[in-house]
């Protein structure tokens, strides 16, 4: 990893903090789905947080398939009328997508004063490892260091 996309300034981290709107509707989720694949389906890099940030993006098929896992997922883990578990920069022209997994979902406002961090990434730029970028508070690393203790 390049010293730039581990700065907090980097362009990954920029657009990461920058401002998003939620996908309230899967009406929407579909609508965003076909934004991205329209772009082309390619230069989208797919990130999941915690796995080492992909070099490279998807090629175009690939991307179509991960769209259908990570939807399927979503529809199926996440089974209420609503979605509101996904977030893009743009809902017509996506350039980055935060996707927060059904099955841990903590406070993905942030409300709570800790940051929950999606389980998936797509953006137009590479990733930077937010784990180790954007890591816990303090007092969680005390917390988790006494029980080593």
Known sequence: MSDLSSSPN??????????????????????????????????????????????????????????????????TDHAYEYCGIVYADSLSEPQFVKIFDPNHLGSSCGSSGMQVLPSWTISLVAPTDLPAALPPPNNRRRWWQRLFA
């Not at 796995?51 to 259908?68: F, K």
Request: glycine residues 10%; without cysteine.
């Open 10 to 75: 980097s362009p990954f981290l920029t657009a990461f903090r920058g401002r998003f709107v939620g996908v309230l509707r899967w009406d929407q989720l579909d609508a965003l789905w076909a934004a991205l694949l329209a772009h082309g389906g390619s230069g989208w890099y797919v990130y999941h947080v915690g796995e080492p940030p992909p070099d490279a993006p998807l090629v175009p098929e690939a991307l179509q398939r991960v769209i259908q896992g990570i939807d399927t997922l979503l529809r």
